[in-house]
Each structure stands twice: as structure tokens, then as C-alpha cells.
């Protein structure tokens, strides 16, 4: 049989480098913002990586429970950052409010 080993249920991750990017990873699913620098208001995207590994095709549209569960993942674990650099996804996880 499979060997499981016990993970997190999820997985996030925020890149800072080139135009800034929070991905959050959900068993197959990998949820992700890209260019939240240029636009925090950028759509999430949703790729089944079981199905889909090179991530070729967005179906945040057709599963939009998955995509608020990572919102709320994302969320809960951006904390705010301590290096200015990271603020920019400040903007993007809460584009209508300063304040957390």
C-alpha cells in the first residue's frame, strides 16, 4: 500500500521576486494570484494538478468553493510582513481595507 505520511492539509506559499505571486496548495488543488504587484485585484486561478500538472488550464470558475477556501487560507496566514518588500500582498488579500 501507499505510505502517508501526515502533512498539513494545505500548503502556502508567497513569492516575492519578479511581479509577486500567493499560491495555496489544497491536495490536488493549487490555488494561485500571479502579478499582485502591478494588480492586487488579479483573479485567483485554480489548477487540479492531478489532472492538469503542468497547469495549463484555469477552472477557478467551475469549483469557486475551493477558490474561497483558499482565499481564506490565504488569509488566515499572511501575516502582515515585517520587510516592506512584502506588503504588496497586503494589497492583494485585502483590497478593500487597510486594517486586519
Known amino acids: 500500500g501507499k505510505g502517508k505520511q501526515a ?9 516575492v521576486e ?5 499560491a495555496v496548495r489544497m491536495g490536488p488543488w493549487k490555488a494561485v494570484k500571479s ?12 489548477y487540479h494538478l492531478d489532472t492538469d500538472v503542468n497547469e495549463q488550464h484555469d ?3 467551475q469549483h469557486p468553493e475551493i477558490v474561497a477556501k483558499a ?19 497586503d494589497a492583494a ?8
Open 35 to 46: 502579478n499582485i504587484k502591478k494588480n492586487p485585484q488579479a483573479p485567483w486561478e485554480l
Open 18 to 22: 519578479k511581479t509577486g505571486q500567493i
Open 7 to 15: 502533512t498539513h492539509p494545505f500548503l502556502y506559499f508567497e513569492f
Open 59 to 61: 477552472v477557478a470558475a
Open 93 to 100: 488579500l485585502y483590497p478593500t481595507t487597510t486594517q486586519h
Open 71 to 89: 482565499i481564506a487560507i490565504a488569509k488566515r496566514e499572511h501575516q502582515h510582513p515585517a520587510i516592506p518588500v512584502w506588503d504588496f500582498s
